[in-house]
Every structure is written in C-alpha cells, then in structure tokens.
C-alpha cells in the first residue's frame, strides 16, 4: 500500500498569507494525486487533482504542483474560509489519502 | 442540483450485516463510476471501494476486502454497499462519492453526499 505523508500536521498562519502543504508518497504516484478540503461538520470537497488541475468553481488562488513523490498544495492568500483541513490522495496503486493538514488561524 | 443522498446506517451488533444505499440525482447516474469512503469522527479519510459506470471494475481497500459489496443499480440512479461481518473498527460516517469520469481509475471525488453512520458495538 501507498503511505501518503502531509506536513506540517498542522500550520498556523493569518489571512492573507501564503500557505504551502506538503504530500509525501513512499513511492511514485506519477501525477496521480488529488487534495481536498474539509470544514467542521461538512464533506470534503476536491480542490486539486492529477496534481495541478484544479476543480470547477475552485478560486485560483488555489494551486497544486509535483509528480513521483512530492507534492504541494499552496494558497496564494488566505482567505477566513480557507482555515480547514486538508488532504491529499492518491490512486496509483488502489486509493489512499494521507492523515491530512490542519489549517489554523494565528 | 447534483445530489448523493446515502441511507442505511445505524447501530449493529459485531458479526452483523448492513445495506447502505446512495441514491443520486442531478446527473448523468451511468456515467460515472461512483466510490464510498468512510470516516471515524475527528479522523481522516479511509477509501472502501469503487466500480466503474458499468460494474465490470470493482476495487475494495483490503480491510473490507471478502465482507463487504459494492454494487449499482443504473436504473434506479442508486449506489450500494453491503456489509457482512461487520467489526468495531468498522464504525464510521459513510460517505458516497462520484469520480469525475466512467472509469474506475477516476480517483478524483467531485461529489459527496452528507453521509450515514454506521455504529458497531455490542
């Protein structure tokens, strides 16, 4: 199975900083990776696949990059409904998401 | 208004089984392939399986692997997950979810429902 590894657990920054997330694989997933959002009480919802894509109605300031085993998710500027967790996911081998980030407000 | 509206949950005694169904609407039901994943409160994500537009292709995570079955009904716009020999660490909010295309290596979850849970305790 692929272990998928995020970093920091957690990241603590204000509105209108730059974030950056980070995913590791245990081994390469060519570009086969998605990111995802979670809120308190709600469902995930895709922001980023196939690594840079991203998803309808997503804001750009949204954006994903990397292939093999390292990738990142950043947020340009951060915004007060951008504080959430986040996940990636991959399907190279089967399926499987990585233990997620916590966003915070500082 | 796309729309995953999952059933079936609730709490079973370990060994039991279960029938959770996810009926879809707003979209093009057989062209997509559909996956559940579930979620332990205040935990992370955890894929259980997926099947293409037209159930040829099949996955499961292997922890369900030989208990549970996933199945559609194109017609009647509903997804499906029996679960047999259900175990504590099965307890979890169950989500169904649609892939961005027909095949089953549309890994990329664009849709989800609000989920079922599904309690395992004696």
């Known amino acids: 199975e692929i272990v998928l590894t995020q970093s920091p657990a957690t990241l603590s920054l204000s509105p209108g900083e730059r974030a950056t997330l980070s995913c590791r694989a245990s081994?390469?997933?060519?570009?086969?990776v998605a990111w995802y959002q979670q809120k308190p009480g709600q469902a995930p919802r895709l922001l980023i696949y196939?690594?840079?894509s991203r998803a309808a109605g997503i804001p750009d300031r949204f954006s994903g990059r990397g292939s093999g085993t390292d990738f990142t998710l950043t947020i340009s500027s951060l915004e007060a409904e951008d504080f959430a967790i986040y996940y990636c996911?991959?399907?190279?081998?089967?399926?499987?998401f990585g233990q997620g980030t916590r966003l915070e407000i500082k | 208004e796309v729309q995953l509206v999952e059933s079936g949950g609730g709490l079973v005694q370990p060994g039991s089984s279960l029938r959770l169904s996810c009926a879809a609407s707003?979209?093009?039901?057989?062209?997509?392939?559909m996956h559940w994943v579930r979620q332990v409160p205040g935990k992370g994500l955890e894929w259980v399986s997926g099947?293409?537009?037209?159930?040829?292709?099949?996955g499961y995570a292997d922890s369900v692997k030989g208990r549970f079955t996933i199945s559609r009904d194109n017609d009647r716009n509903t997804l499906y997950l029996q679960m047999n020999s259900l175990r504590a660490e099965d307890t979890a909010l169950y989500y169904c979810?649609?892939?961005?295309?027909?095949?089953?290596?549309?890994?990329?979850?664009?849709?989800w429902g609000q989920g079922t849970t599904v309690t395992v305790s004696s």
């Open positions: 979810t649609k892939g961005y295309c027909s095949s089953l290596t549309c890994y990329a979850l664009d849709v």
């Open positions: 707003g979209f093009t039901f057989d062209g997509f392939a």
């Open positions: 099947m293409n537009w037209n159930s040829d292709n099949i």
């Open positions: 081994q390469s997933v060519s570009f086969y």
């Open positions: 196939d690594a840079v």
């Open positions: 996911q991959q399907r190279s081998n089967s399926i499987t």
